[in-house]
């Protein structure tokens, strides 16, 4: 079986599974194929909700894949709904690639139950915006492995990483496949490794789909590119480097390294993210030139940040007494407010000392800087709404009589409530946006995955069938 059959067969989804949906198909699929398919428990959540992996087939070498690193990313875990079947079914498809898979579809199920709301649609800015969720740094499981660097000590993994963990130091994977998306923007991959005879592959299976590469920005100016839309795994040590280059001092962070780099300190792994979104404009791909220089364009998206952030700072000010520790929802926002607001001097020294930034801009670098980040924006004033309701919600089921208090919340939230709305009417008439279907990102992520893992397969086997099925 060649692999276009495979990324061919991907369903039409329509909606996202909820995390008892994806409960109760990995534990179908481990009874429907129980010589092929084993279940266990690789941890449990803060909340204490059972972390399922699959143990699929019995290959010499071991491959390790999880699904919602971020709980706002679910396509993924369609990828391994998919995918987990698709091995199960495939007797030849498992001996091919010659792994044993260890697939855990959703690695944060407190998180994911908390973005649930916009999981069947409707698929728009605004549904998504409004019931957004993402935790801070230090409460990702993707960010919270431990790290010594300079003066950086992590060593407080959340238990959903160490349950990842674990299984990295048990099965040293030579392939993991850490399935993250994107909001919004263009298809983008990152690898551990330096691989040039994949690059193409893997634009190739974002373009069959008529999905657009993003050839913008990179998410942070630390990142290096390998090739187009091609990056090298984030590294919290570039992240540390580069602030201190540009600030002089060392960075305040306070969340760990990465599942890469923690893989990489167990053993020789192939990590790989297929970074794809929900939402594209096709400007995102545009490399004419526009009419601002790229420098001009960086300047304009820090002052268009700091602007709005002081003003979502100014809102959580004025219910801040009534916001409880408890909250989930604003950790994330303060972070990012401290951030801009603080760190915003690092970018416009790295702005203002690359000549290179004095040449004309791509129009999708101007778009990137822009509109992208407006979108990137409007989450945080979702999340600082989301912020309101939930303490209004927590006083209603309080004995207390929290009366004034509550309608003090509710003076806020309704003004953040009808700036939600008009940011997001603002948006949609500014960009000229597709809502991607699901199949074609689960058929772009399946394929990445089997890029990378059959070029391990020939690397090790070469001359097997491995080292020709996937060509």
């Known amino acids: 079986m060649n692999m276009q059959e495979v990324v061919n067969n991907v369903p039409d989804y329509q909606v996202f599974l909820t995390v008892d949906e994806m409960d109760r198909s990995t534990r179908e699929l481990a009874r429907e194929f129980p010589s092929i398919v084993t279940v266990f428990e690789a941890g449990t959540s ?231 979104p929900y939402f594209y404009d096709p400007r995102i791909q545009d490399m004419s030139e526009g009419e601002i220089t790229r420098r001009e364009a960086i300047l304009q998206n820090v002052e268009m940040n700091k602007a709005h952030f002081s003003a979502l700072k100014k809102m959580l000010t004025e219910v801040r007494p009534y916001i409880s520790l408890s909250n989930p929802f604003v950790k994330l926002v303060d972070e990012v407010i401290q951030f801009v607001l603080e760190g915003s001097e690092a970018k416009i020294q790295w702005a203002n000392s690359q000549p290179e930034f004095e040449q004309p801009a791509k129009i999708s670098e101007i778009f990137d800087n822009l509109q992208t980040a407006k979108f990137y924006n409007g989450l945080y004033l979702g999340l600082s709404v989301r912020t309101i309701e939930y303490e209004i919600e927590r006083l209603q089921l309080e004995e207390a009589n929290n009366t004034a208090v509550i309608a003090k919340l509710q003076h806020t939230l309704e003004k953040g409530s009808k700036q939600l709305k008009d940011y997001c009417e603002q948006l949609e008439n500014e960009l000229n946006y597709s809502v991607i279907p699901i199949q074609k990102l689960v058929r772009i992520q399946i394929e990445s995955g089997l890029i990378v893992a059959s070029h391990i397969s020939k690397k090790q086997r070469d001359g097997s069938l491995a080292s020709k099925i996937f060509e």
């Not at 959703?106 to 649609?121: A, H, M, S, T, Y």
């Not at 800015?125 to 993402?134: A, V």
């Not at 993994?157 to 099965?171: F, G, R, V, Y």
């Not at 993991?176 to 193409?200: E, I, K, R, T, V």
């Open 46 to 276: 803060r909340k204490g909700h059972s972390i399922l992996c699959m143990k699929i087939g019995d290959g010499p070498k071991n491959a390790l894949c999880f699904a919602c690193p971020h709980p706002n990313e679910p396509i993924g875990a369609m990828t391994m709904e998919y995918f987990s079947r698709a091995l199960a079914e495939n007797d030849q498809l498992r001996e091919e690639l010659g792994f044993t898979w260890y697939i855990i579809k959703c690695i944060d199920p407190d998180g994911v139950r908390l973005n649930e709301q916009w999981f069947k649609g409707p698929f728009n800015l605004y549904n998504y915006t409004k019931n957004y969720y993402r935790p801070i740094g230090y409460e990702q499981v993707e960010w919270t492995f431990p790290i010594d660097y300079k003066e950086l000590h992590f060593h407080n993994p959340l238990p959903e990483t160490e349950a990842l963990m674990k299984i990295i130091d048990e099965t040293k994977p030579e392939f993991m496949y850490s399935l993250h998306n994107a909001g919004f923007g263009g298809a983008y991959w990152y690898l551990s490794h330096d691989l040039p005879q994949l690059y193409d592959r893997l634009r190739n299976s974002a373009l069959k789909q008529e999905i657009p590469l993003s050839l913008g920005e990179p998410e942070e100016p630390f990142i290096t590119k390998l090739s187009p839309a091609v990056f090298k795994s984030m590294s919290i040590k570039d992240a540390y480097d580069f602030t201190e280059k540009y600030t002089g001092a060392a960075p305040d962070i306070k969340n760990g390294t990465s599942s890469s780099d923690y893989a990489m300190s167990q053993g020789d792994c192939v990590t790989l993210l297929a970074e794809l």
